[in-house]
């Protein structure tokens, strides 16, 4: 697909740029993780006693606890070099300085009160470098009355309205009283993350098409990336005066259906594809098209006729059968289906990764690539294996280093 | 820049957006927001979903518009040869392309990537879809919830104990998303040179290039649930085993849920995740006795007794209004915050105060809100400041003010159905 003369490839877009992540868990992270997948060089920065909290959740090989085996960890932290510094030490706000001095980016999750306490100060920082970007994502963005409320995935994600939405179709059918619903995964978390990279590579862009440009922070809420992606609900009030709820939102024809090993989701939003979706269920008198032109009317009960009848064959067969014909039907994939997908295993999707403690194993890769040019992933970094190679960077002697740790800077 | 405001961090870039829908439109959308010059190519003889009465919904779903607001408008019948050329046009003095089409549909309509080189040897096009360009179920119909679906997300969306749950435009404009982080990377990878160095980013012809070469990127939405689920799948490479939904929960963490408050369908999240955490919880209730028991004693011990837990939490949270009970949670440190309606979020104090809504015109319908970019930028702002335009509303602007068509010769073309 690239010409041969192509001088650039999808895993360098981004070599040379140096980037500084002082991030837990799930959102800095994963906007560290896509840049490094990109070529940037990420220093991942941790505290000297345990790390990132996410080295303390599983999943665990054997689901025996240990700092350098959490799944969490691994995946959201590949192509990172680490190194260990204590903020909370004034030695270590300096030791951060003079890695901002020599870095392109800084990128946190620390919301404001904290981030000043531990001098991931933009002012303080861009002193030494003032074409530094500083980039935050935190829960709620840097100002505003919200914005040093504490908040995990859960609270995010119901904070951007798509909770109050979820669930809808079959689980809401079955389960109408109970409470609206967080998507799995930590969604919301990755999203942020997501936009935060975003903006990210956008001010980064800005200061290479302008060289006088100053350095700049960048603030991303993640309710605002919620918000984002989540807009529907508010055009709908907005220009239509209704506000959407659960049994408002809703398919009503198909969606969610059980299949005779499990669910699969079936759309049918363009007339040639209910025509199909007829032709796949051999012309029944309630699939006619008149009774799919009202669903209004017969939503009710095209659905109790499709849920029966889906309920008599796989997941599998619906879905050859069913794309075979033009109808859109995609199988709900458990992990281990996921993992042996034809589709993703052929296209290379999923990379093995060697790592000294946790093993090989293989990990999902980037989702996005140039022709058959995936970006390799390289494996998470041991807590501090870098404080050699990063310190010695700025001048640091190995001895300079035994000093820093027995004070317990790193 | 316009109106003495600053720009935005990607002004001066181009885009040609061909996408239709959502998750391609989004990309184009993020764009606009950051100051790129982005160009909806589409046409009367298939319209957009924005632009028709939906088959299932009936009416034009104006809650849709918002994915084409800040870009400009121009119509071409891409059935006619003439128009073809036209959009080459405009890919050649543009940086960047969007479509989300079926792959093979591109090469159909004469604007494959190879062709797109040949008239700009330095642009980026990139492709959303469901599966990829490429492997065995390329060419598969796909919406949002099938993209969950099959990449894994929605097996882990549901009640613990019920079927999956569908993930609908937020799946699909996460792809947008991803797609605009790939496009940006790609432009700051025209330039290899360490930072700070000047890139120029002027149209292919008109100017020097750093770097040369464009990229065709290739991204598949059903990829990006299965990447958002990574270490559910390094759990099943670890240990064999097929993690499944949990509701609110999330692990052990007790309480971690979504509980009812006073009013209607009003509920509020709450997430303990420590030792310290409960303790404020604990005084954030009161010090209730029942908090003081043995049987929640620990970590282990309340995830096991996690039922009478959030009963009786519930107890306390259904007298409460759900602003109430974030504010006397949230100043004993503990992380709870209420499930939002639209209402409430364009009535929330927080997000005014970052104007997060920002009024803008519709040609039509005049002022309303929209959702603003999720982004600060200190010296180059992101800004949603023009609504969705009317279809061809910039076909002079583009074809004659940037393509230098005379307008006779516009004209004779809009007639022909050609520029339509």
Redesign the interface.
Known sequence: ???S??????D??????RVVEVADLVAGPYCGK?LAS??AEVVKVEHPLGGDSARR???????APHPE?S??F???NTGKRGITLNLEDAQGRLLLKKLAAQA?VVVTDRQPREKDALGLDADFLTEANP?LIFAAATP????????D????????????????L??????LD??PE??????????GS??GG??????V???????????N?????????M??????????????????GI???RFS?Y???G??L?ASDG???L?T???R?WESLAALLDYPEWATAEKF?N?GQYGAEINAHLREWFSGHSKEWLYREG?AK??????????????G????R??G?YQEVEHPV?GR????????????ALPPLRRAPLLGEHNREVYGELGYSPIDLVELARAGVI | MQDGKAA??????RVADFSVHAAGP?AGL?LAE?GAQVIKVESSARLDITRRPH??YGKPP?????VNANKLSVTLNLKEPRAVELALELVRISHLVLENFRPGVMERLGLG??RL?EVN?NVFMVSVSS??Q?????G????A???A???????????AD?????????MD??GG??????A????????????????D?RPAGSGRQV??????????????A??????????????G????????G??AATP?????CAGK?A?V???V?SET?WQGLRRALGNPDWAGDSSFGDGYQRWLHREELETRLEEWTRQRTPGEV?ETL?RE???????????Q??AD???A??E??PEVTHPE?GR?????????????P?RLDGWTPLLGEDNERVFHGLLGMPLDELRALQAAKVVW
């Open positions: 697909m690239m010409t003369k192509a001088a650039i490839s999808i360098s877009a981004l070599t040379g740029l896509l990109l070529g959740q599983g999943p665990f090989p054997g689901d085996t799944g969490l691994l995946y959201l392109d074409s709620f963005g840097g100002w505003g009355p919200y914005a409320y504490r908040a995990y995935d859960l609270n995010v994600f119901h904070a951007g309205g798509e909770g109050y979820l669930p809808n179709g079959l689980a079955t389960f109970r409470a609206p619903l967080a998507a799995g995964g930590q969604m990755y999203q997501l936009t935060a990279a975003l903006g590579v956008a001010a980064v862009y800005a200061r290479l098409s302008d060289p440009a100053p350095g700049q922070q960048v603030d991303c809420s309710q605002e990336a919620q918000l984002s992606v989540g807009y529907v609900p508010i055009q709908r009030l907005e220009a239509e506000v959407e709820d939102r398919f009503r024809v969606g969610v059980p669910y699969v989701e759309l939003l363009e007339p594809q032109q669903p794309q033009g109808v859109p039907i995609a199988p709900y994939y458990a992990p281990a289906e996921v993992f997908s034809q589709q993703q052929q296209r999707f946790a194993l293989d990990y999902a890769g980037p989702p996005f690539r140039s022709g058959d | 935005g961090p990607l002004s001066g870039i989004f993020m950051l088959t299932m104006s809650s849709f518009e918002q990537f190879d080189q040897e599966n990829g490429t492997g065995p179920e390329k598969y119909a796909g919406y919830p099938m993209f679906a099959a990449g894994g997300l929605g097996h882990l969306t549901g009640y019920g079927p999956p749950v569908e993930l609908r435009h937020a404009h996460t998303l991803m797609g605009a982080f790939c940006v990377a790609a432009l700051c990878g025209k330039t290899q040179a360490p930072l700070p160095s000047p890139l980013c770097g040369g070469g464009g990229l065709h990127l290739d991204v598949a939405v059903r990829d990006i299965t990447a958002f689920i990574g270490p559910a799948l390094l759990d099943f490479a670890m240990n085993r097929e993690q499944s939904a949990q509701g609110n999330n692990g971690h849920g979504v509980y009812r369908d509920w999240s709450i997430a995740t955490e974030t949230q440190g503990v992380a709870a915050f209420p499930s939002l309606a639209a209402d979020l364009m104090p927080h997000l105060a970052r997060s809504f319908k309303q809100r929209g959702v603003g970019p999720p982004w600060r930028f200190s010296a180059t992101a």
